[in-house]
């Protein structure tokens, strides 16, 4: 994934519930629970003590927290210290040695037609 310029961020230690949609990436380091939708192409990274649970759409998510929900993303990463529980529809699937996925998943490239 090309480098990521953050312009929305929900800090460690803050817990927030609800939806977020937004047109431009955003960085989780606290709780959020509910739904997010990101348009970026790079929408999303969960940092190393951030927590979404709820379903997420966007055009890539960075994991290096905890997920635990329905991810629709073109591109995901795992990353070393990520944790992704649930169900994941992507494209493009990278997992980092120590990354961690419990669940299923969908690549629309392998769906039978």
């Given at each position: 994934?090309?480098?990521?310029?953050?312009?929305?961020?929900?800090s460690e230690g803050?817990?927030?519930e609800g939806?977020?949609?937004s047109a431009s990436s955003i960085r989780i380091d606290g709780t959020?629970?509910?739904d997010i939708v990101v348009?970026?192409?790079h929408g999303i990274i969960v940092g190393p003590n951030g927590l979404i649970e709820g379903n997420i759409k966007s055009g890539g998510l960075v994991v290096l927290g905890k997920v635990k929900g329905k991810v629709d993303a073109d591109a995901i990463e795992i990353r070393q210290?990520?944790?992704v529980?649930?169900?994941?529809?992507y494209s493009d699937l990278e997992v980092f040695s120590g990354g961690k996925f419990f669940g299923n998943t969908i690549n629309p490239e392998f769906e039978q037609k």
């Open positions: 994934m090309k480098k990521i310029v953050i312009t929305n961020l929900v803050v817990s927030i939806k977020i949609n959020f629970k509910g348009e970026a192409p210290t990520g944790v529980e649930g169900e994941m529809k």
